[in-house]
């Protein structure tokens, strides 16, 4: 499935116009044979053999170049097919690369086959790249290639992590407050039901659905700078950082909290109402072992299916959080990395070109393996807490 989603979203981004592959610069700067140039070495063409890029033979126009539909008239380069470029694509995904005592890349390797080198360094027992200083060391790393316009040069996956991390010290402390709030609160109500506390979290679950996100966000920043004196903005500079990441949480626990109340409030009812929940009441257990023996445990079953999910997208980010507090973390990079125009601060009259293909594709790949792997871990966590409930097998089981 992961493989089919990167595929799909690698078809389609390959269907964009060549120009998406050159910064502003590069567009203005090269010449039509160093665009192709550039072209051939991202490896979406590649040189015609027959006339080796001139495209000419013996003063006349190649006859392969002109009898090849993915020829560009005139030019000797030939468009590579969809299908060979996402063969790199899984080709390259490992690479090698070198790095000194510091831990800094020392030198800038073009993506390789790992196969063909740990074959020869097999066989030879010889480096591939030559010989290295002892304090240089090879590791392999996952590649995705490099940003082409956001982080110029910069590998994707290292972009990715560094944004990644702020995303998650943010969305973890986030799920920690609307997990636990959620759920005593939830079960409270489901206690109290049809009471004064009852009564007022469904006021709560229905102002924090109803209201619009940036309302309420803008209401907690004034309140938590005015009467507790948080930071309205992330700085991981500051003496500590730690409070400036406590407006974000809080925001983006909100609407988790909210979806928490409302479903264990739920399934603790449903389960209340059950056969067996009366029938231990007569046995003579107590209200309290009852709602925390059994009914608790049933009615979080539902809940921890989507608990890895939800742990794992913590690393995704918020669009909206992130892009309020001036989070750099990964929340804004995909709509970010997909706005085709942006405006220059210096001349708010110019539009530049921001498609960044390489780190979509990276982006997309990432959401892509959360999710899965997200959906996966939750039914096996369903099976840890309840014996009943199979992976596998027929009938009504999972």
């Not at 390259?92 to 831990?103: A, E, I, S």
């Not at 800094?104 to 290295?132: A, R």
């Not at 009259?349 to 996966?376: H, K």
């Amino acid at each position: 499935m992961i493989l089919l989603v990167v595929c799909v979203v690698f078809g389609l981004l390959r269907l964009m116009p060549s120009d998406y592959f050159f910064t502003e610069d590069e567009l203005i700067k090269f010449t039509e044979t160093q665009k192709y140039a550039k072209l051939e070495r991202l490896g979406l063409m590649q040189i015609c053999p027959t006339c080796e890029g001139t495209g000419l033979v013996n003063g006349e126009a190649c006859p392969a170049c002109r009898e090849n539909e993915l020829a560009v008239k005139g030019t000797g380069y030939t468009n590579r097919s969809v299908l060979a470029q996402l063969g790199d694509f899984f080709r390259d995904m490992l690479q090698v690369r070198v790095f000194n005592d510091k831990g800094k890349e020392v030198k800038s390797i073009e993506p390789m086959n790992l196969f063909s080198y740990l074959s020869k360094k097999l066989k030879t027992g010889e480096n591939p790249f030559g010989q290295l200083k002892e304090t240089y060391h090879t590791k392999v790393k996952f590649n995705l290639g490099k940003s082409i316009r956001l982080e110029k040069n910069q590998y994707v996956t290292e972009v990715i992590a560094k944004k990644m991390t702020v995303s998650m010290k943010i969305g973890l402390l986030s799920l920690a407050i609307s997990l636990v709030l959620g759920v005593v609160l939830g079960v409270l109500q489901a206690i109290y039901k049809d009471k004064l506390f009852d009564h007022i979290g469904t006021a709560y679950t229905v102002i924090a659905n109803a209201v619009p996100r940036l309302v309420i966000y803008t209401i907690i920043m004034i309140a938590g700078a005015t009467f507790f004196k948080l930071p309205m903005r992330y700085d991981a500079t500051a003496p500590k950082p730690w409070l400036t990441m406590v407006l974000p949480a809080v925001c983006l626990s909100v609407a988790s909290t909210a979806n928490y109340m409302i479903w264990t409030r739920r399934y603790m009812v449903d389960e209340l109402n059950k056969d067996y929940i009366r029938l231990a009441k007569l046995k003579g257990l107590s209200d309290r072992k009852v709602m925390f023996r059994h009914v608790l445990k049933n009615a979080f079953v539902p809940l921890a299916q989507y608990l890895p999910y939800s742990i794992l997208l913590t690393v995704g980010g918020s669009l909206l959080v992130e892009t309020f507090f001036a989070v750099p973390g990964m929340g804004p990079e995909l709509t970010t990395a997909i706005s085709r125009y942006d405006l220059n601060l210096v001349e708010l009259t110019t539009a530049i070109s921001r498609y960044d293909l390489n780190l979509v594709q990276g982006i997309v790949l990432l959401y892509a393996t959360m999710g899965i792997f997200g959906v996966f871990l939750g039914d096996l966590l369903m099976t840890l807490i309840d014996p009943r409930i199979k992976l596998t097998g027929k009938g009504d089981v999972r």
